[in-house]
Nanobody, 122 residues
């Protein structure tokens, strides 16, 4: 069992930056690949990016590539999402999630945080 708690969301102007954190409970954090997803009302949950168990591999959706960076600190049981050059279309609820292996679809993730709102004003 893994419990995830996101933080760091908020309101930011276009072109600004935010850093989301996702703190995990338990001592098995390093056994999980971690994903960041986002969702807007009326749409499915979309992948933002994924990081492997060790942190050695990352994957990003084309829409955020070059602007967002995922990292993790297994000693602190925390995964991060650094978001730069934010755009209004990045506005969404952002979720972190844990899976037993790297996956690009939300259906493969077993544990989810409660989500944090990110709003980017134009």
């Amino acid at each position: 069992q893994v419990q995830l708690v996101e933080s760091g969301g908020g309101l930011v102007q276009a072109g600004g930056s935010l850093r989301l954190s996702c703190a995990a409970s338990g001592r098995t954090f390093s056994r999980y690949a971690m994903g960041w997803f986002r969702q807007v009302p009326g749409r499915d949950r979309d992948i933002v990016g994924v990081i492997s168990r060790s942190g050695g591999s990352t994957y990003y959706a084309d829409s955020v590539k070059g602007r967002f960076t995922i990292s993790r600190d297994n000693a602190k049981n925390t995964v991060y999402l650094q978001m730069n050059s934010l755009k209004p279309e990045d506005t969404a609820v952002y979720y972190c999630a844990a899976a037993s292996y790297v996956s690009y679809t939300h259906r493969e993730y077993d544990y989810w945080g409660q989500g944090t709102q990110v709003t980017v004003s134009s």
